[in-house]
């Protein structure tokens, strides 16, 4: 099981609030949310309450400064956060062009960097989760913006978490068994700044350069 701690000071300072479950509306426990630190597993946070908007996977690390983390304007940028349990068995999705599982169709069962290249797809508007833990991705080869998909019926970008204009997506992964995360390194050490932007590769990450995964945007 996981297990996440939010403190309202960046650097792991002021009140803080311990999970190992869901939290919808984490301002319920804190006035704001600045740092964080993940003692086990992996967490999805989200920068608005009901895990909507802006996304970001965590992994056992620490994480000294949301703000930078989730690349937004406020201090208490994470509202929400989700726990994922590491799947065991066969991973299954069925993704569709358009809202409520119309036009083409295609079934996954493994990771696609690129929906474009492999089906001529440009962009998924619904899908049907199966089994497994998903990340979708808006650029290919699993770089920029994400959103996390559990099993369930999606029948729209809003029920992915995110509005019909918010991004469009260009890459699927499985999220996998955490035994290559490498050992723990604070991720105020791997930011790396092109354009504007703090960027971490997640290519470089799932290889065992960094120790997370994680894309912040502009600021």
Known sequence: MGRIIFYEDRNFQGRSYETSSDCAELTSYLSRCSSCRVESGCFMVYERSNYMGHQMLVKRGEYPDNQRLMGMSMSDCIRSCRMIPMHR??????????????GQMYELMDDCDSIMDRYRMSNCMSCHVMDGHWLMYEQPHYRGRMMYLRPGEYRSMRDMGMGPMDMRIGSIRRIM???????????????????????????????????????????
């Open 177 to 219: 068994e955490q035994d290559d995360v490498p050992e723990p390194r604070r991720v105020q050490e791997l930011y790396e700044h092109v354009n504007g932007r703090y960027e971490v590769d997640e290519h470089e990450a799932h290889h065992g350069h960094v120790q997370t995964v994680l894309f912040a945007f502009n600021k």
């Open 89 to 102: 068995g066969p991973f299954r999705m069925r993704i569709y062009e358009r809202e409520n599982f119309g």
